[in-house]
T-cell receptor
Framework: DVKVTQSSRYLVKRTGEKVFLECVQD?????MFWYRQDPGLGLRLIYF???????EKGDIPEGYSVSREKKERFSLILESASTNQTSMYLC???????????????FGNGTRLTVT | AQTVTQSQPEMSVQEAETVTLSCTYD???????LFWYKQPPSRQMILVIR??????QNATENRFSVNFQKAAKSFSLKISDSQLGDAAMYFC??????????FGQGTTLQVKP
């Protein structure tokens, strides 16, 4: 069965800290995505990657960066965490690329990040 | 800008009854897919159903079906014989012309016993 694993379910960090959110998929998918979920705003795309070492900005990339050194792993990095980055972060992967037009996304369980 | 709109932040339904969740989207494309995802309290988003825009027939998956009105750019989800396990947040999604999924704001569905 398809599996996308996010390393932390809950995370509490202080303002200014560098934060790493890790995501691993075991389906040999080409595409991986990081979304942010906030009440009333749905899911917004931060970054995505359609190949190893490739990355593209989504709709809200400011304050974030990503790393994809291996096909199965896609990391989201908050260079200097701020309180407005308190949110739920969802990682997803899909088979076909570059977009998920007819290939559904498979999601992880999410990481709820609180920045104090 | 391409958008997906879910105008119902919250809905409730009695167990065994039918409920319809609304979704509208904006696109100039003619061939595309549309998706409904479910996010239960466990937080893992799962695909409920998808519709191919070039198909006239509405998609159906067991108790879940869609009412796809291409001209009106409307894509509603109907849940028949609602069950307690259907309680979740539901998101409508459309892959914009760049292929990146655009999600609606979500509708929280409450199922009353």
């Amino acid at each position: 069965d398809v599996k996308v694993t996010q390393s932390s379910r809950y995370l509490v960090k202080r303002t200014g800290e560098k934060v790493f959110l890790e995501c691993v998929q075991d389906m040999d998918h080409e595409n991986m995505f990081w979304y942010r979920q906030d009440p009333g705003l749905g899911l917004r795309l931060i970054y995505f990657s359609y190949d190893v070492k490739m990355k593209e900005k989504g709709d809200i990339p400011e304050g974030y960066s990503v790393s994809r050194e291996k096909k199965e792993r896609f990391s989201l990095i908050l260079e200097s965490a701020s309180t407005n980055q308190t949110s739920m972060y969802l990682c997803a992967s899909s088979l076909l690329g570059p977009g998920p037009g007819n290939s559904p996304l498979h999601f992880g369980n999410g990481t709820r990040l609180t920045v104090t | 800008a391409q958008t997906v709109t879910q105008s119902q932040p919250e809905m409730s339904v009695q167990e065994a009854e039918t409920v319809t969740l609304s979704c509208t989207y904006d696109t100039s494309e003619s061939d595309y897919y549309l998706f409904w995802y479910k996010q239960p309290p466990s937080r893992q988003m799962i695909l409920v159903i998808r519709q191919e825009a070039y198909k006239q027939q509405n998609a159906t998956e067991n108790r879940f079906s869609v009412n796809f009105q291409k001209a009106a750019k409307s894509f509603s989800l109907k849940i028949s014989d609602s069950q307690l396990g259907d309680a979740a947040m539901y998101f409508c999604a459309y892959p914009g012309n760049t292929g990146k999924l655009i999600f609606g704001q979500g509708t929280t569905l409450q199922v009353k016993p």
